[in-house]
């Protein structure tokens, strides 16, 4: 089991900046791949970021690309993204899960554990 803590969420406003946290405890893999989901109101979850543990490989929606950076602590089990020049569309609850299959895949039917989801919001 690994257990996931997500932190760092809030309100912010266009164009501003937010970092969130996803601390991963018990059964940790080093091959294990984390990402960043996100899910608006009335919309399908959808895939943000996610980077190897081990090899540093990252990967991003278009959507997000140039804004966001996905980064991890292996000393720390944390994983990290910053949210730069924020827009109201990136308004949602985002969520950390983690994937056993060391290949990174956006879908999240190969994410085997997620966290309980932080909340951003972004005002116009």
């Known amino acids: 089991q690994v257990q996931l803590v997500e932190s760092g969420g809030g309100l912010v406003q266009a164009g501003g900046s937010l970092r969130l946290s996803c601390a991963a405890s018990g059964r940790t893999f080093s091959s294990i791949v984390m990402g960043w989901f996100r899910q608006a109101p009335g919309k399908e979850r959808e895939f943000v970021a996610a980077i190897t543990w081990s090899g540093g490989f990252t990967r991003y929606a278009e959507s997000v690309k140039g804004r966001f950076t996905i980064s991890r602590d292996n000393a720390k089990n944390t994983v990290y993204l910053q949210m730069n020049s924020l827009k109201p569309e990136d308004t949602a609850v985002y969520y950390c899960?983690?994937?056993?299959?060391?290949?990174?895949?956006?879908?999240?039917?190969?994410?085997?554990?997620w966290g309980q989801g932080t909340q951003v919001t972004v005002s116009s």
């Open positions: 899960a983690a994937s056993p299959v060391e290949r990174v895949y956006s879908s999240g039917k190969f994410y085997s554990y």
